[in-house]
Structures are given as C-alpha cells and as structure tokens.
C-alpha cells in the first residue's frame, strides 16, 4: 500500500510551523501527524505531497494505486476503517473538503462518498496544545501495544497505575514524581529525567531529551526529541531539538525545532483582563480570535531569544528570528527579525546561517544546501512583513 498525506488550504493557518515542514510532520500528541498513520498502517510506504520547496526534504513517493489522505485530518480507527472500505476511483469527501482518495493522481476522476466518521481537522495553530491532552493518550496505546516497559528506578514515586508509565531501553527517571492518575507518562530511547522533577500526564519524552533537575510539568505536554527542558511547562508541545533548559514558565505554547529559550524567560497565557485572545494569522496579514482565554507561545523553526525574555498572551514569533532585550516584544515577530521591544531590523540570511551551521554542528548533524533553499524561500516569502525593518 503506498500512502501520500497531502497539505491542502489548511497549511495557510498553520504558518509559521508549516513554512518548514509539510502539515503531516506537525507533534501532536506524542507522535507525528505521519508517525501516528503509520501505526496505523505498518506495512503501508508513507510520504508527503506539499509545497515544492519542501519536497527535496520530504521526497514524494507515487505509484500507479495510491491512497491520498488529508493530512490535516487526524487519524482514528473509524477513519482507518473507512480508508480500508474504498475501492479503486472513491473518495470520501465532507462538505467541499476530500479527506481521502483512493486513485493514481490526487486529483483524478473520481467517485464520492460523505464521510460517516466524526474526526478532528487541524487548521488552527491553538489546536496543537489545545488537542494535545487527548491525541497523547491515544497515542500513548499506539506506542505502548504489545511492548513491555523497562524497570523504574526505587527512587522513582508513581501516583497511579504503574502501567501508565512507559520507559523504552536507556530512559530513565531518578528521585522524582510521577503522576500518572491525570494522564499516561511515556519515555522514549535514551531520555532522562532528572533529578527532583514533578511530572503530572499526559506527558511525552522523546529520544534522547532531558528534564532537567527541578522541573515542572503539568501535563498535557510533548517534548520531541533532542531537546532539554526545565523550569515550569504547562500544555506545551516542543517540536524537537529545542532547548529551552533553564528557569521561566511557558504555557499553551508550541515551539518548533532548532529554537532555544534563554534562561528565567517567560511567556504569558492568560490576558490582564481575562479576554479572548487573538493570535497573528499569516492568511489574512491581521490577528484573529481564537475563541480561548488561555494561549501563550507560538515559535517558528530556528528561533532564538535571550535571557529574561518576556513574550506577551498570544505571541507569533516567525522562522529564524532573534529576539532580546527588556521589555515586551510585539505579539506578530516577523520571521528572520533581530532585536526586541527597543526595535527590530532583518536578521541578515549569511549571518543566520552561521549560528544554524553552529548548532547543527552540536548535534552532530550538517546544515547542508536543502536546509539553506528552504530557509532561503522563506526569507523571500514573508518580505513584506520586514518592510518597515529597511
């Protein structure tokens, strides 16, 4: 079986985070939007069809049968069970929206059918930490199927069922709380938690990241892997290879990968007034409602911001951007932007590109030409947004 998940409209509203991957490589949850289909199908080639400048890095793979799955749709086992009903030539369709077909071309000849399965469809950045909490629990039962947890450390306290707390070869928990009576806990390879941690579920730890010693989760939060976290997270999904390793508080946040938070900074979730917050919406260049009192941090791939940093109730910060200095930056930071509340001006591209080179370099991985066409058309992408900058 060969499976393409497809970027549709959706992507739009997803942006910044969709600037540089596809919507299917967007955590939530504990796994991928990919990662999750293909527990599902687990025989099945996955990939993406995306915007083209992406598709060096996430190739397409075609043949003369494919199943075109939307990838904003998230995966459920009525959905799978729909999928694995369609003959050659249908599609399932909702409104004026296709959820899956069942062809050679995405946009063959076809004939459809209404979907009959209630599903979620992602096109609003919110939704991430929003639907974080129950997307991880079901995760949580993919991941965990017919696999055994390694032993817990004595030193380990676990309120709750012990079954709900997974550790894969290598992880490992020492002189911490565990409290898995609000939501499952699971370690991937090689990940540690520190020292005098208090972790409430859900809670996700990927490859090879840390807690570090003293911090505070309290649930409904994802760290991918690589990364190093510490201080206070609540409702906070980390993309990957993100450090944000010292003391602050971050809240309904989502942050992408390659960025580092600098120490005691912090971001507000919860407006002075208690109103509705509105988050920066690169569709329509203008702020919009997002129907919630509660929404912190959004971080494109590759940003950076200095100690003490303080980001204001629904802040939008763009790939690539460097922020610092005292007081509140805007809630909109235009991507590849240097500077803070006291101004801004263009992080330029060759200087961007030394610091990226730097920190792929500590991960043992190259900052090679595909990373630089990318960051490249983001940069002549969002101009406008820098105007005022030059």
């Known amino acids: 079986m060969n499976i393409i998940l497809f970027d549709d409209s959706s992507r739009g509203q997803l942006l910044p985070l969709t600037f540089t991957r596809p919507v299917a490589a967007i955590r939530i949850g504990m796994l991928t939007i990919l990662e999750k289909w293909q527990y599902y199908f687990p025989n099945a080639t996955l990939s993406v069809a995306t915007e083209a400048y992406l598709q060096e890095k996430y190739p397409q793979v075609q043949a003369t049968q494919n199943i075109w799955i939307n990838a904003s749709v998230l995966p459920n086992a009525d959905f799978v069970s729909a999928i694995q009903s369609l003959t050659f030539s249908e599609a399932i369709v909702d409104g004026d929206t296709t959820l899956v077909s069942f062809s050679e071309g995405m946009n063959s000849a076809l004939s459809t059918k209404p979907c009959s399965f209630e599903y979620d469809y992602l096109d609003a950045l919110p939704q991430i930490f929003s639907w974080n909490d129950k997307e991880s629990r079901k995760d949580f039962t993919l991941l965990t199927a017919g696999k055994k947890s390694i032993t817990t450390s004595t030193t380990t306290t676990i309120i709750g069922d012990p079954s ?39 809670f996700y730890l990927g490859e090879h990241s840390q807690t570090k010693m003293g911090t505070k989760i309290y649930g409904a939060t994802t760290i991918g892997p690589h990364s190093k976290v510490g201080g206070e997270l609540n409702n906070v999904v980390v993309f990957g290879y993100t450090n944000k390793a010292h003391d602050g508080f971050l809240g309904n946040a989502v942050i992408g990968e390659w960025c580092n938070i600098g120490a005691d900074s912090n971001n507000s979730n919860l407006k002075n007034n208690y109103a509705e917050v509105k988050l920066w919406n690169y569709q329509t260049n203008n702020f919009k409602r997002t129907g919630l009192q509660f929404c912190g941090l959004i971080m494109g791939d590759h940003a950076k911001c200095g100690i003490n940093t303080m980001f204001n109730t629904g802040t939008v910060v763009g790939v690539g951007s460097n922020v610092f200095g005292s007081g509140f930056p805007r809630n909109f930071i235009a991507d590849f932007s240097w500077g803070g509340a006291q101004g801004m001006e263009v992080f330029a591209m060759n200087k961007m590109f030394e610091v990226a080179s730097k920190v792929y370099e500590r991960r043992g991985i190259e900052f090679n030409d595909t990373e630089k066409n990318i960051l490249n058309t983001i940069f002549e992408q969002t101009k406008e947004y820098r105007k005022s900058y030059e």
């Open 164 to 202: 709900q707390l997974f550790l894969e070869e290598g992880a490992q928990i020492q002189a911490s709380i565990i409290n898995v009576s609000t939501g499952p806990v699971y370690l991937a390879k090689d990940a540690e938690i520190m020292e005098g941690s208090m972790i409430r579920g859900p």
